[in-house]
């Protein structure tokens, strides 16, 4: 399950990359399964307003999600780049603080969520029809959120320290888990929303469970160093792991604000067809993610270690491969609209008149997003935060939000599905002249 940390510098790149590309992206599929789970169950058995509900609920979830991520990718690209400089034991110390900040985040989020559930739900978007449901679900979710929040810390710690097949079969068996319980709940216990969220719950646990093995295993490398800790480390950690968190929690306020605009157009019934795409948008999410995640200990460690022409060779082939892997949902969504639809939901002749265009138009950005997610995570990697949280705010918040509320004036409920695909457009041209300067600066 281990490999020595040395051969991050020493290793050929492409058989590196490829042994850590298949566990991560793995590991962030996973994730996604997860929510999947919940909203083909509850699509196909609950029903569709079932399914809006679950759609409003789905920004709590990248918020816990995202801090995890906020701390773990923050910590340990921090992490990696003293590894190679030699540094152990202050890497060490950044890994113990990320640690605390994802402890103390939780605590605070536990108050809040848990003294205002309803009205969290009533600002996402919960309506008279939905609310029963939402608040059937979230309560699971909030008062389980350590164990989101720790299920994607662990897991890229983990992957950072040399295992990152055991942060695959973590992930994977809390994956298949949720799965399983999922369909037993909500179908022969008929527990409905509740069920879902259960399961949902008891997957993330038993993730936990199977990362915390790694602690206690010869090849740990993470201790625990508070003696070592400095004040300037935790901006540190915010500034590596920002994008990571807004990545998360952008999708969060997308969806947010996608709901919004679509129950002014087309009510509950256009919330339900989102509901198919920005599920499916989170599955190429994760492999983008998973793209990232397998190319980001292998540029920090060369980054801290100063070897410029392995770092180059990662970018170019993670980058041809996000295009690869991002090109096959766009593909299918461009031929075979309805396969998606009939995957989430029982479609009435209503959701099958609105469904393809939607797909179609929202299926394009699809093949940018991995090239995208790829430029941020190569800019977080190399220490340049500023560059990837440019990105990240572009694509994430402000370009989509802007396209979302302006352009349906314009083109109607098509103006609401072309939003992220432009969003996705002007990121990619920024992400490339934001490329060629730091690649100018290099030769400098």
Not at 61 to 89: A, D, K, P, Q, W
Not at 155 to 174: E, H, W, Y
Not at 400 to 406: E, L, R, T
Request: proline share 4%; net charge positive; with cysteine.
């Amino acid at each position: 399950l281990h490999m020595n940390l040395n051969n991050f510098t020493t290793e050929p790149i492409s058989k590196l990359f490829f042994r850590y590309l298949v566990p991560s992206i793995c590991g962030t599929m996973v994730t996604s399964i997860y929510v999947l789970a919940d909203t083909i169950i509850i699509g196909k058995e609950i029903g569709t307003d079932a399914m809006a509900a679950l759609n409003i609920a789905l920004p709590v979830y990248n918020l816990f999600f995202g801090t995890g991520l906020l701390f773990g990718v923050g910590g340990s690209v921090m992490m990696s780049i003293c590894r190679g400089h030699g540094e152990h034991s202050k890497g060490n110390a950044y890994f113990s603080l990320s640690f605390l900040l994802n402890v103390l985040a939780c605590i605070i989020y536990m108050i809040i969520c848990n003294t205002f559930t309803k009205e969290i739900a009533l600002f996402l978007g919960a309506t008279d029809v939905t609310l029963p449901y939402v608040m059937d679900y979230l309560p699971y979710i909030t008062w389980s959120l350590p164990v989101f929040a720790f299920s994607s810390f662990l897991q890229t710690f983990i992957r950072n320290d040399g295992a990152p097949k055991l942060a695959m079969t973590a992930v994977v068996s809390g994956g298949i888990f949720n799965v399983i319980f999922d369909y037993i709940l909500v179908y022969p216990c008929q527990m409905g929303m509740a069920g879902a969220a259960i399961a949902t719950v008891c997957g993330s646990i038993l993730t936990v469970l199977i990362l915390l093995i790694h602690f206690f295993g010869k090849h740990n490398h993470l201790h625990f160093c508070f003696s070592e800790i400095r004040s300037s480390f935790g901006s540190d950690i915010f500034k590596s792991g920002f994008a990571s968190f807004l990545i998360d929690l952008s999708s969060g306020i997308v969806i947010f604000f996608f709901n919004q605009q679509l129950l002014r157009y087309q009510g509950d019934l256009g919330v339900s067809v989102y509901g198919i795409i920005s599920n499916t948008a989170i599955v190429v999410t994760c492999l983008s993610n998973g793209i990232c995640q397998a190319a980001q200990p292998i540029i920090s460690t060369n980054f801290g270690a100063g070897f410029q022409e392995r770092i180059d060779h990662v970018r170019k082939l993670g980058l041809r491969t996000a295009l690869f892997i991002c090109a096959i949902p766009t593909l299918l969504g461009l031929t075979v609209p309805n396969l998606f639809t009939y995957i989430f939901l029982n479609p009435d002749s209503q959701v099958l008149a609105l469904a393809p265009a939607a797909v179609r138009l929202y299926f394009i950005g699809f093949l940018i997003t991995g090239v995208n997610m790829f430029l941020i995570g190569y800019f977080q990697s190399t220490i340049r935060p500023i560059y990837a949280l440019r990105l990240c705010l572009m694509r994430g918040c402000v370009l989509s939000i802007i396209f979302v509320k302006i352009l349906p004036i314009f083109l109607g409920l098509n103006g609401i599905w072309i939003s992220v695909p432009l969003a996705e457009l002007f990121t990619l041209l920024t992400g490339i002249l934001l490329l060629k300067k730091s690649m100018a600066k290099k030769t400098t």
